[in-house]
């Protein structure tokens, strides 16, 4: 089978199996069978697979028909242009989650000190752009799923970041401690909406993904604890979904803890982001 055939087919069974991009998944899925860059498998379509290469296309192609993500299958998603690990272990970092690290960042750069948390942190993605962008930080980072942390220390090691990883449920591992900024991409789906997400979601891990029966589970219990685990006037950075600004606004306000809370919007103008201050004076 040469490269051109192999691309034909794998697109038309990926359009049958209604695969959002086939064609793209196509060369994607072949640039990595072959070690060839995927725009140049055009070049190349005249050339002959190894039987070992159809074989291993043939699985991958087969796996992404059953709607496997695609990154998951690569094995690598890229975020905030470093590359990070990925497999059913973790949630699949998402473009929209760099918009809360682009605001962090913005109000934390001429910070002269810094201890940073990260909340549920998964593939370790924002814990790893934190440190990166600002080496002078301490980073912590936690998470309920053990499998979960043994994927972000592996992506801490491939991005050179030194992070502390603690197993826990969220402030658990941390009491006592305080920072400077609290950050968090907590699960966010109401339970109910869960099994209705599309078909490649569905290989995510539920634990990442389930909010509860309204969705703000994590952000009643973050509201609730994170002015106790911040220094006064330090930052509080969630990702919500597009449909929960004015609720977990009003969980924020409600515990009467934060100031200056904003919502911010995603580039896709959804809400996505909300930014509160801890108040002045210690809790």
């Known amino acids: 089978m040469t490269i051109r055939q192999a691309l034909t087919q794998a697109t038309d069974a ?13 060369a994607l899925l072949l640039a990595d069978v072959t070690g060839m860059p995927s725009l140049e498998l055009f070049l190349h379509g005249q050339q002959a697979l190894t039987s070992q290469q159809e074989q291993r ?38 473009p929209e989650t760099e918009i809360l690290c682009e605001l962090t960042l913005k109000l934390l750069r001429n910070t002269p000190s810094l201890k940073i948390l990260d909340l549920c942190t998964g593939s370790g993605a924002i814990a790893v752009v934190m440190k990166r962008e600002i080496p002078i930080a301490s980073v912590t980072a936690t998470d309920i799923s053990g499998d979960a942390l043994v994927v972000a220390a592996s992506n801490a090691m491939r991005n050179n970041a030194s992070i ?36 490649e979601v569905q290989f995510e891990p539920i634990l990442a993904l389930d909010g509860g029966a309204d969705g703000l589970d994590y952000y009643r219990r973050i509201a609730r604890n994170a002015a106790s685990h911040l220094n006064p006037g330090g930052l509080l950075c969630m990702e919500i979904g597009d449909t929960q600004a004015e609720a ?21 103008r959804f809400d996505r982001v909300v930014i509160a201050h801890a108040a002045s004076f210690p809790t």
């Open 248 to 268: 977990v606004y009003n969980l924020l306000s409600i515990e009467g803890q934060f100031e200056n809370i904003e919502i911010h919007k995603d580039l896709g």
């Open 14 to 26: 990926l359009e049958h199996a209604h695969v959002p991009d086939p064609s793209r998944d196509a």
């Open 164 to 199: 502390r990883f603690l197993k826990g449920d969220l402030f658990d591992p941390i009491a006592g401690e305080r920072f400077d900024c609290i950050l968090s991409n907590p699960p966010y789906i109401e339970t109910c909406v869960c099994h209705t997400l599309q078909a």
């Open 57 to 94: 296309f043939a699985s991958l192609l087969l796996s992404r028909t059953s709607r496997k993500p695609l990154q998951y299958l690569l094995g690598i998603q890229y975020f905030y242009g470093l590359p990070f690990a990925v497999d059913e272990r973790v949630l699949i970092p998402r």
